[in-house]
């Protein structure tokens, strides 16, 4: 953890060298602000049928620790927005979510 998936519509999928910077920064984003282990980021990218609402969505979950603050949230849901912004021109609706280590059972 952290997992990040970024759902953008099927015919606004951008180019590969596009989804590469964007993974780069999201990646920097995670290791930096959030202080992720670079083993423990995963981004993905699920091309959607868009219906309604923001054209890309983006989810994170997150291991909750004390230094994850709502400041450091707060700043990684701006820089994050920012890097969406600049790769692929749309505006994502952010959403975070954070779980306890008790709570998360994993394999892989």
């Not at 981004?43 to 890309?56: D, F, K, N, S, T």
Request: aromatic letters at 6%; a neutral charge; one cysteine or more.
């Amino acid at each position: 953890m952290p997992n990040l998936t970024i759902f953008i519509p099927a015919d606004r999928m951008p180019s590969d060298k596009a989804l590469a910077e964007l993974t780069e920064q999201c990646t920097e984003l995670c290791t930096g602000i959030l202080h992720a282990a670079l083993v423990n980021v995963h981004v993905i990218y699920i091309a959607v049928q868009h219906g309604r609402g923001h054209p890309v969505s983006a989810e994170i979950q997150y291991r909750l620790e004390p230094f994850r603050t709502t400041p450091v949230m707060k700043e990684f849901m701006e820089r994050l927005d920012d890097a969406i912004k600049g790769n692929i021109g749309l505006t994502a609706r952010i959403r975070c979510f954070g779980y306890a280590a008790s709570s998360i059972h994993a394999r892989n």
